[in-house]
């Protein structure tokens, strides 16, 4: 069975400060990984996704997560928080090749002025 | 191209009344998915497909029914609205890139539902 654990159901940062944002997967086979975003009152976008090409993912807006096996964790990190950066964000993980992804329960994001 | 549209954004219930949440895509792809999330408990799947003619169900399927007639459109029905299906409900279209296995998945905006 597949699982995701996010660590903290929210994190402030101030603007201009490192965001860092934790995931710890587990899976009996390799996995795929994904970080998603909600904005308020829209659906989930794709931030990144993991799959096994490389083991530090870049997504959009400035966003980039790490594989780590040993440590099982996908790690979402941002070296410099911004005020549009606020919304919830999701880790999720799929064994690929079909559609069934668990989700984590979230972790939202503030950012302070 | 739309992507995942959801109609309605929101709706009210009573007890015990039913009703049919829409969902439609226009991406052509085969899986479609409907989740609820609930605070602190991030996305449960509640039933899915993989093609026309082919629902099943996932984590949370109880008081839901779903039918998949055409590749575009995948409804999501409760047969007697009960508070504990007070929610935002998710639709997702998905596809697997050919040659990596990998599989993506492209959410509507939500529908907010209060059963009362």
């Known amino acids: 069975a597949q699982s995701v654990t996010q660590l903290g159901s929210h994190v402030s940062v101030s603007e201009g400060a490192l965001v860092l944002l934790r995931c710890n997967y587990s899976?009996?086979?390799?996995?795929?990984l994904f970080w998603y975003v909600q904005y308020p009152n829209q659906g989930l976008q794709l931030l990144l996704k993991?799959?096994?090409?490389?083991?530090l993912v870049k997504g959009i807006n400035g966003f980039e997560a790490e594989f780590k096996k040993s440590e099982t964790s996908f790690h979402l990190t941002k070296p410099s928080a911004h005020m549009s950066d606020a919304a919830e964000y999701f880790c999720a993980v799929s064994r690929g090749g079909g559609f069934k992804t668990i989700f984590g329960a979230g972790t939202r994001l503030f950012v302070k002025a | 191209n739309a992507g995942v549209t959801q109609t309605p954004k929101f709706q009210v219930l009573k007890t015990g009344q039913s009703m049919t949440l829409q969902c439609a895509q226009d991406m052509n792809h085969e899986y479609m998915s409907w989740y609820r999330q609930d605070p602190g408990m991030g996305l449960r799947l509640i039933h899915y497909s993989v093609g026309a003619g082919i629902t099943d169900q996932g984590e949370v399927p109880n008081g839901y029914n779903v039918s998949r007639s055409t590749t575009e459109d995948f409804p999501l029905r409760l047969l007697s609205a009960a508070p504990s299906q007070t929610s935002v409900y998710f639709c997702a279209s998905s596809y697997t890139r050919p040659g990596t296995g990998v599989t993506e998945a492209f959410f509507g905006q939500g529908t907010r539902l209060t059963v009362v």
């Open positions: 899976s009996s086979v390799p996995p795929y």
């Open positions: 993991y799959t096994s090409a490389a083991t």
